[in-house]
């Protein structure tokens, strides 16, 4: 089909026309970052932590007593959870996933390095940690007993060193890439190197403060803190005995030590989970309901204007069918000249959008927009705009020769 009746007849049109452009490119450009966000918020809610958090509980105390015999206290706890019916294990770190606090350091392969190769977030745990959260092992093994010193012990002025660690399998990836990590020391800024003797699959930070790309960047000491640094995590046979086992966990501490309050703010995993990610889910929600909107409106705006055209026009389309233009042609041409201008803002659209996302990279560390998104994005909306415009095309295309001759 000859375009240039079509170019003629927009520039006779500039303002409407340019809406049209402008019209799209925004939702091109909105479109096309919202997709892209919605899509990071579904991955980081399908991401795996590396816990069976169906399983469970996570609970801190705080002791009001001043007591001194924290350590001492602790083990007590422990082998009294340890007894409750329906207790796989139990052990306490410092941390937990979806807390509201992170124990973070920069390690690097080399020792005195000036610039960190990681941040990374620090858990410290006794030997039944990783089957207490249960993070899988992928290589090495886990602590043995006579590597486990309790914390207060460990910040002593004369402490030695803590020897080995495990590490996820991202974290070795990233110190260690194509190499076999395990063996190998890493160092915290100083001289000493911790030698890596084990590898777990995944074990995410409490939280993502440090962006995206380091969420999975752990490492576990061998080490057991007190009741007053950690949080006591407990590992249920049967999920849906939970609240009973917590019940019975609160009970159980209050008698070991009476001067003691539990937080309410912790308990079931899997519903500090839901708390913790109930954000992104609003998020995704959001953004959808805009991208639903935003097409809605685009729609309608390319289906009035078609719609003003066709009214206008008339006399021009049953000129044309007079002459002998068919129903396809007059249809086709509604059709081409509505590709051409929805193709014009979308190539306005995607610069739009590649300067949306730089501003969301600087300002919010989020990746760079994929180029897939961009003729995706483009696709749908051509797409859109055919469907929109095949009403008033059509209807265009009904109109008698002669009722359209005499309505000028």
């Not at 080399?110 to 990783?130: I, N």
């Not at 989970?273 to 809605?296: E, N, P, Y």
């Not at 961009?374 to 009403?391: E, F, H, K, R």
Request: charged share 20%; hydrophobic share 45%; net charge positive.
């Amino acid at each position: 089909m000859d375009i240039r009746p079509i170019l003629t007849t927009l520039r006779r049109h500039k303002t409407a026309a340019a809406l049209i452009v402008f019209e799209v490119a925004l939702t091109c450009a909105i479109i096309c970052n919202a997709l892209f966000l919605i899509q990071t918020r579904i991955a980081r809610l399908d991401r795996p932590s590396g816990m069976a958090e169906k399983e469970l509980l996570a609970l801190r105390i705080s002791d009001i007593s001043n007591g001194n015999e924290t350590d001492a206290l602790t083990r007590s706890d422990l082998a009294a959870l340890r007894a409750i019916p329906g207790v796989r294990s139990a052990t306490i770190s410092n941390q937990v996933r979806y807390g509201d606090s992170a124990w973070n350091s920069g390690i690097g392969p080399k020792p005195s390095q000036q610039v960190e190769t990681a941040s990374v977030t620090t858990f410290f745990g006794d030997a039944q940690l990783l089957d207490t959260l249960g993070a899988k092992l992928v290589a090495g093994r886990n602590f043995s007993e006579d590597e486990i010193v309790d914390f207060n012990q460990r910040i002593k002025p004369d402490a030695p060193p803590i020897p080995v660690a495990i590490v996820t399998k991202a974290l070795a990836d990233k110190l260690f890439p194509g190499q076999d990590p395990l063996g190998r020391p890493f160092y915290n800024g100083g001289t000493d190197g911790i030698r890596i003797i084990g590898v777990i699959e995944h074990l995410l930070r409490p939280n993502e403060l440090t962006g995206p790309a380091a969420a999975d960047y752990s490492v576990i000491f061998p080490s057991r803190v007190d009741y007053n640094n950690g949080f006591y995590l407990i590992r249920v046979n049967d999920p849906a005995q939970r609240k009973q086992v917590l019940e019975a966990v609160g009970r159980t501490l209050s008698k070991n030590g009476s001067q003691r309050i539990l937080d309410k703010d912790y308990g079931v995993l899997e519903e500090m989970a839901d708390k913790f990610h109930r954000t992104d889910r609003s998020m995704v929600w959001l953004l959808g309901a805009v991208c639903v909107a935003l097409l809605i409106v685009t729609a309608l705006g390319i289906v009035g204007l078609a719609s003003f055209w066709v009214q206008q026009r008339t006399k021009q389309i049953g000129v044309r069918r007079a002459l002998g233009a068919t129903r396809g042609q007059i249809l086709r041409y509604f059709q081409t000249e509505n590709f051409l201008l929805t193709g014009i803002g979308i190539v306005l659209g995607m610069v739009i959008a590649f300067a949306i996302n730089l501003l969301l990279m600087k300002y919010y560390e989020l990746p760079r927009l994929p180029v897939l998104y961009l003729p995706l994005g483009a696709l749908s909306l051509w797409l859109l705009g055919q469907l929109a415009v095949y009403g008033p095309a059509r209807r265009a295309a009904m109109v008698p020769p002669a009722l359209a001759t005499r309505a000028a």
